[in-house]
């Protein structure tokens, strides 16, 4: 059995401006190699054995490029290895947008009968339900020991379609149709596992301070994101959340299973007296809590918060290209306003700013 503490389940994040050519390779090359051992195991997976290295790998450059708006990734590590993945297609139709369809589930042939599947499984729904798409369905071959697997988790087998596929033999097989309601779309469900549990948003204290520097330091060292070029200290870090909330403003932390997974705050957006209503938004999450809903949860506490202590305007700039960053600030309602060529010079380079602005319709009146 794994240890449950060496088993990562994440969606995969990769194909946005932070993830270097050579980490898509080397995640291309993983998922190759268990795509590999899948066919050669005889799953229906859409491809023949024996399958190349070669085909593999292409195939999963170009899953790796598509875009998150039409199909989302999920990826099982252990041990420094892919272990398993599965693949939520999404509806790009204007009337489907209820429905998902559930593709490519695997795990490797080493690490079979130990859950993981399940888990793949409890990440695919619970993103589902985020997102929305209240029907999941898939298809698997006909007679396989996945349509126990499936039933079991409350998927319902609709018939058979015959000589859908073949076989490693080259024989034509039958296959079986489920389908899973998942009823409270768009309410997260509580899971069992690390990945899937859920986040508990609360005010920061100064005591979050080394959790929250932890989260922030990476982006000042290696990204472009924030502009700041030297690590943030504890005790530095302690006073921005204490002079935040001593001037009535909102600092939020996200916490699972007792650890800090990310963090948003508004700031004054200028510090003359008639900028009062205007403020500025920033989040920043672990890297391992991306793409779960979480930058969405806070940003939609934080704009209550907001709402709430009369924020009429609220601002969110953006060192650009940040494609996760512009696609959180749209989907809760800010639109772009402004970009600022060159105001920033980090890495040897020149970086544009834009600016996302939301109003919040409190404060006063004309
Ligand atoms: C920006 C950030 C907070 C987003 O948080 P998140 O929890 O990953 O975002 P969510 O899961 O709530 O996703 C919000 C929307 O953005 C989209 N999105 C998120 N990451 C994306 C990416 N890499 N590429 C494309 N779209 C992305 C999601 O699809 C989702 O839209 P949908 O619900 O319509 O599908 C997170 O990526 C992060 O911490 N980045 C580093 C710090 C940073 O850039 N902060 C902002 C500074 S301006």
Redesign the pocket.
């Known amino acids: 059995m794994y240890d449950r503490a060496t088993l990562h389940i994440e969606p995969f994040?990769g194909?946005?401006d932070?993830a270097t050519a050579k980490d898509m390779a080397a995640t291309a090359k993983g998922l190759a190699a268990l795509l590999c051992d899948a066919v050669q195991g005889g799953a229906s997976l859409g491809f023949m054995p024996p399958l190349s290295t070669d085909t593999a790998y292409g195939y999963w450059q170009s899953i790796l490029a598509t875009?998150?708006?039409e199909l989302r990734l999920w990826i099982a590590r252990a041990e420094g290895r892919i272990v398993g993945t599965v693949q939520l297609s999404l509806c790009g139709r204007a009337n489907g947008d209820n429905r998902a369809e559930v593709q490519k589930l695997m795990v490797h042939s080493d690490w079979r009968g130990q859950g993981i599947a399940a888990r793949l499984m409890a990440a695919v729904e619970n993103q589902a339900r985020?997102?929305g798409r209240g029907l999941l369905y898939l298809d698997t071959e006909a007679g396989s020991g996945a349509e126990g697997f499936y039933s079991a988790l409350g998927y319902s087998r609709v018939g058979e379609i015959p000589d859908f596929a073949r076989n490693p033999d080259g024989q034509l097989r039958p296959t079986a149709i489920y389908f899973k309601r998942l009823g409270d779309a768009g309410t997260p469900r509580p899971a069992d596992s690390a990945e899937t549990a859920p986040f508990t948003i609360r005010s920061a204290c100064a005591a979050d301070a080394a959790a929250i520097a932890a989260i922030y330091n990476p982006?000042v060292l290696d990204?472009v994101?924030?502009f700041e070029e030297t690590p943030v200290s504890v005790a530095a870090m302690a006073d921005r959340i204490s002079d935040t909330l001593a001037a009535g403003l909102p600092w939020l932390v996200a916490e699972r299973d007792g650890q800090l997974q990310?963090y948003a705050y508004a700031a004054k957006w200028r510090a003359r007296s008639a900028y009062r209503y205007a403020l500025e938004s920033?989040?920043?999450?672990a890297p391992t809590?991306?793409?779960?809903?979480?930058?969405?949860?806070?940003?939609r506490c934080l704009l209550a918060r907001l709402r709430e202590i009369g924020c009429h305007t609220v601002i969110?700039?953006?060192?650009l290209p940040?494609?996760?960053?512009v696609?959180?600030?749209e989907?809760l309602g800010y639109r772009r306003v402004a970009r600022f060529e060159q105001v920033g010079y980090k890495f040897e380079r020149w970086i544009d700013v834009g600016y996302w602005q939301l109003h919040l319709d409190v404060g006063p009146q004309d």
């Open positions: 994040t194909a946005d932070t875009p998150p708006a985020r997102l982006y990204s994101i924030t990310g920033s989040v920043y999450l809590a991306k793409r779960l809903g979480l930058g969405s949860e806070l940003y969110g700039g953006i060192a940040n494609t996760a960053s696609a959180l600030h989907k």
